[in-house]
């Protein structure tokens, strides 16, 4: 499906990308915490239950799925692939008896696709149906 962007206001495109902006950035500094693997990294990991090996290769796959979606004509897939390892946040931390922090997962993905669905009229409308 294409995504292109057919005449928006530029209120709506920079609203887009400042609410696609604020959780890439989190997530993309997340990811480069798993890669440096400070104290606090490793001590949260393994209160949720995960192994410390386990990471590195989160991180990977975070920073991954971060820069697909920051890449415009692979955002939506990102965002996909982001959805499902948010997900997997809020089911750690319901597995883990942890119910405040699982809103922040689920306000990141509220704002990734929301600030697609801004920034991408033809994304908007299938999501939401024709105005």
């Not at 499906?1 to 495109?13: D, P």
């Not at 410390?52 to 991954?64: A, Q, R």
């Not at 669905?117 to 105005?131: D, E, H, I, N, T």
Request: charged fraction near 10%; charge should be positive; hydrophobic fraction near 50%.
């Amino acid at each position: 499906m294409s995504v292109g962007t057919s005449s928006i206001s530029n209120v709506r495109l920079w609203t887009g990308r400042v609410l696609s902006a604020l959780p890439a950035l989190f997530l993309f500094l997340d990811g480069s915490m798993k890669l440096a693997k400070p104290e606090f990294v490793v001590q949260a990991t393994t209160e949720l239950g995960y192994p410390e090996n386990v990471i590195v290769p989160l991180g990977c796959v975070l920073l991954s799925c971060t820069i697909l979606y920051l890449i415009p004509r692979t955002s939506v897939i990102g965002a996909m692939l982001l959805t499902g390892y948010l997900g997997g946040a809020v089911a750690s931390h319901v597995r883990a008896g942890q119910a405040f922090p699982i809103l922040f997962p689920v306000l990141f993905g509220a704002l990734l696709w929301g600030g697609l669905c801004l920034r991408y009229p033809r994304l908007s409308s299938a999501v939401f149906g024709p105005k």
